[in-house]
């Protein structure tokens, strides 16, 4: 009985040894993770077949794309290929263009001053029709030419002087009396100089810019730059006003679109020594012109206007000659423009007129008070936003515009 239960125990222990060196190696591979738990989400939707099968078409399309998908650079190459054989082509020429600087095309002052015409139309549109000339059409007319801003004092000699033609050439009616008027409005805005002077002697030219706040004499300053650039003038531009905030940087804008230099001093510092340092340097880098910004100034300021006045003495006591002082106007302004006029001018002695914004404006009459009143000629008007709408005064255009 002992032996068999040797002999049990030895085969049983046996058993064990052998179960074990079977089991050892499947665990020397690694750990194996229980599956998980969590299941994955069930579509228990009923697809509709057109959809199914729509569906596996879009799948069954892409896995062919994605199978047969090309490099681009492989195909760059095959079309070159293709298209060019280098066998043949043995080199290459390449065409180096110019540049070539498109210059927008002059505005005509037809097209642009519409309001100013609708101003006066009504009116001469029916002294047109009129087969007489009585003191009804004459009222009409004084109205109109009045209401167009030409100003109470200017009207009144204008119309006398009609009146003289009239009776001199025997006008009898209302569409001969216009052809008179355009005529006599001609012929006070002709025989002015409008040219901008440059200097001839040695050493830059300065064009001062004054006026008051808000008219654009900044702009008017960098379109003015743009110009002169184009016209093959080396340009420096004096930002003199030194107390409204951000002219200086504005006008360095300009500067820099144009291509033109800048001298520019602290806020609040005193303009006539940036004008003078900005005419200095202009001499010491041979520059031809210079466009001097200034501080806004209220007409009515006496001490304003006499330290504008200083600005224009300094201004010519560097190697510089002041040959233009430009008072820039807001057409929109209409006669109380012509009272800054005649302020401005006992103080700096104007050269000329700049009148902004007439494209903008119903008081185009403010031109003939100008010239009536001062004897100042508008030189340059503004007739839109661009730096080529800045364009040299034209009268034969101008009073063509107004009778279109």
Known sequence: MTVILIIVAVVVLLGLIVGLGFIAPRNRRGVIEPPSKRRAPVDDRVVPAEEAARAALVEAEVDADLETRVPVEELVDEVVRDEVDVDVVDEVEIVETEAVEVVAERPRFRDRLGKARAALSGALGTIAGRSKIDAETWDELEEALILADVGVASTQELLDHLRDRVKADGLSNGEELL?????????????????????TDAG????????????????????????????????????????????????????????????????????????????????????????????????????????????????????????????????????????????FTEAVELTGVVLTKLDGSAKGGIVIAIHDQLGIPVKLVGLGEGAEDLVPFDANEFVEALFA
């Open 179 to 199: 052809g008179a008027l355009k005529a006599e409005m001609t012929d006070r805005l002709s025989g002015f100089d409008r040219d901008l002077k440059m200097s």
């Open 204 to 343: 830059p030219s300065v064009w001062l810019f004054v006026g008051v706040n808000g008219v654009g004499k900044t702009t008017t300053i960098g379109k003015l730059g743009v110009r002169e650039v184009r016209e093959g003038h080396t340009v420096l531009m004096a930002a003199g006003d030194t107390f409204r905030a951000a002219a200086a940087e504005q006008l360095g804008m300009w500067a820099e679109r144009a291509g033109a230099e800048l001298v520019r001093g602290n806020e609040g510092g005193d303009p006539s020594a940036v004008i003078f340092d900005g005419v200095e340097a202009a001499n010491a880098r041979n520059i031809d012109l210079v466009l001097a910004d200034t501080a806004g100034r209220l007409h009515n300021k006496v001490n304003l206007m006499e330290e504008l006045s200083k600005v224009r003495r300094v201004a010519e006591k560097g190697a510089g000659t002041v040959t233009e002082v430009l008072l820039v106007i807001d057409a929109t302004t209409g006669q109380n423009g012509l009272v800054q006029a005649k302020q």
